[in-house]
């Protein structure tokens, strides 16, 4: 198993238009050999923002690796827009390898 996330700051105030943004998208995960469930998940707010992370379960890192190659990713960010004002710097990918 393998865990792939992408933490996320979150401008206060911004986190229902971060969500929708989420919930509108297109991810063509289901298409892809390997992965098996996806979530967004809400963390703490402090003084300057809202954490969120995509969290992403797949049988192998060679199944996400595959996926971060595949049409169906590139399907998926072709109509990604930026979203001024939203988010306080890129996500930080962070990749776990299940091992007990």
Not at 18 to 30: G, M, V
Not at 62 to 82: L, Q, V
């Amino acid at each position: 198993m393998y865990i792939a996330m992408n933490r996320f700051r979150i401008t206060l105030g911004k986190e229902n238009d971060f969500i929708e943004i989420w919930k509108n998208r297109d991810t063509f995960l289901d298409e892809v050999p390997g992965f098996k469930q996806f979530n967004l998940l809400q963390g703490p707010t402090d003084e300057e923002c809202t954490l969120f992370t995509s969290h992403s379960i797949w049988e192998s890192e060679e199944a996400f690796i595959g996926w971060t190659k595949s049409e169906a990713f590139r399907k998926a960010h072709a109509n990604a827009k930026p979203a001024t004002g939203i988010y306080l710097g890129p996500p930080k990918f962070e990749g776990f390898k299940a091992v007990l």
